[in-house]
């Protein structure tokens, strides 16, 4: 089992820049994939970003060629670049760890997320 600790979010102004951090209290290659969710205010949850054991990474449309997931394996921890910031882009921030077995998710650990604002 792991908790995660996301850390890195504020205030910016459009256009800035921001590096969200998210520690483990475990061995972060026991997940096969970590991902970075967020959640606006009156939305649904939805993922931003992932990255498994082996480097892949995902992104959704909203924030391709502007956010970029990174991973340190020995500091167990996950990273959350994010350039050219948008107003939309004003959110909660959750880091999740997900454990795949037989193909199905057998275990799912979340944070406490971190709030994103992005004034225009």
């Known amino acids: 089992q792991v908790q995660l600790v996301e850390s890195g979010g504020g205030l910016v102004q459009t256009g800035g820049s921001l590096r969200l951090s998210c520690e483990s209290s475990?061995?972060?290659?026991?997940?096969?994939?970590m991902d970075w969710y967020r959640q606006a205010p009156g939305m649904q949850r939805e993922l931003v970003a992932g990255?498994?054991?082996?480097?892949?990474?995902n992104y959704a449309d909203s924030v391709k060629g502007r956010f970029t997931i990174s991973r340190d394996n020995a500091k167990n921890a996950v990273y959350l670049e994010m350039n050219g910031l948008k107003p939309e882009d004003t959110a909660v921030y959750y880091c999740?760890?997900?454990?795949?077995?037989?193909?199905?998710?057998?275990?799912?650990?979340w944070g406490q997320g971190t709030q994103v604002t992005v004034s225009s």
């Open positions: 999740h760890a997900k454990r795949i077995q037989l193909g199905r998710p057998v275990y799912h650990s």
């Open positions: 475990g061995n972060i290659l026991k997940m096969n994939t």
């Open positions: 990255i498994s054991n082996g480097g892949r990474t």
